[in-house]
């Protein structure tokens, strides 16, 4: 029996094509309806013992290993180090589409629910969905959240698929001569340094990929340290433009990545306005809890 041959080629195949082609095309309402019958269907045939066992054996469900305070604390750290911008609590789901069609990811990567929504796969998402809707004049919009976000994808074994970020954006319009983007690329470094130092950070780096040349040079009076970083693959084609930059940090030991940022075409996108900018940038929170 060839591998076409196998459960999931008898499920797709049917009459007029796959059964995924005929769900894909139905309209958002009747699609709802029918995964939500059909959880309903599959809930009904389990058992409480059933719930418990999956419970004990799913990445996804089960609590974080980190002990709450130290969690909390973080946050709370790098909230406070962030007063220019906005708190902001958002919602753990996000409209299904989100994270491919604005951010450019792989759907693949994020957890669909059954009523055209997904669940939050990173707070600089949901913060640029929640800058669009502000965006007005030439004011610039900062919006800062920490957020337990879900990653569909296996990274390591033993690791769990959820956990906390840090995440803060900026967005405003082109002013001309970079001058957005230079301001505001300086001021999210500085947030990240603030962040990690008010933690305790004995050391924080910059390691700077500069993917426009026009951008060469932004990060060069920035009171942070600074590498350059050619070779990252991560966050190019797309995701990043212009420049895009990971965060180090060491508490006392080697130094150790803790976060990202960049320009990121996501507002453009939303609003249909080709003088929009982002720049986004966020810190592991349970990454810097384990370096504590």
């Not at 976000?149 to 001569?177: C, E, K």
């Not at 305790?200 to 350059?228: H, K």
């Not at 895009?244 to 453009?268: H, I, M, N, Q």
Request: a neutral charge; glycine letters at 12%.
């Amino acid at each position: 029996m060839g591998h076409d041959d196998g459960p999931g080629h008898r499920v797709l195949a049917g009459p007029g094509g796959t059964a995924a082609d005929v769900l894909a095309g139905l309209p958002g309402a009747d699609l709802t309806t029918v995964q939500l019958e059909v959880a309903r269907r599959r809930a009904a045939r389990l058992s409480a013992a059933d719930v418990r066992r999956r419970y004990g054996t799913d990445r996804f469900v089960g609590p974080s290993p980190l002990p709450f305070a130290l969690l909390r604390r973080v946050e709370d750290t790098l909230l406070a180090a962030a007063p220019a911008f906005e708190p902001v609590t958002l919602a753990p789901l996000t409209p299904l589409g989100t994270h491919s069609v604005v951010t450019g990811l792989a759907q693949h990567r994020v957890v669909p629910t059954g009523r055209g929504t997904e669940v939050a796969a990173d707070p600089t998402t949901g913060l640029a969905l929640e800058a669009a809707v502000r965006r007005s004049g030439t004011g610039a919009v900062r919006l800062a959240a920490v957020q337990r976000v879900v990653r569909a994808q296996q990274v390591a074994a033993g690791l769990f698929a959820h956990f906390s970020l840090f995440g803060a954006v900026t967005a405003g319009r082109d002013t001309g001569n970079l001058a957005f983007e230079r301001q505001h690329v300086t001021e999210h470094a500085r947030l990240m340094a603030a962040g990690c130092r008010a933690l305790g950070a004995t050391e924080v780096e910059l390691a700077v990929t500069v993917l426009d040349p026009r951008f060469a040079g932004l990060l060069d009076d920035v009171d942070v340290p600074i590498r350059p970083y050619p070779d990252r693959e991560g966050g190019r084609g797309g995701y990043y433009e212009g420049l895009c930059f990971k965060v180090y940090a060491s508490f006392g030991g080697e130094l150790a990545e803790v976060g990202d940022g960049g320009f990121t075409p996501w507002t453009r996108r939303l609003l249909g306005n080709a003088k929009e900018r982002l720049m986004t940038s966020g810190l592991g929170v349970d990454r810097l809890a384990t370096l504590l």
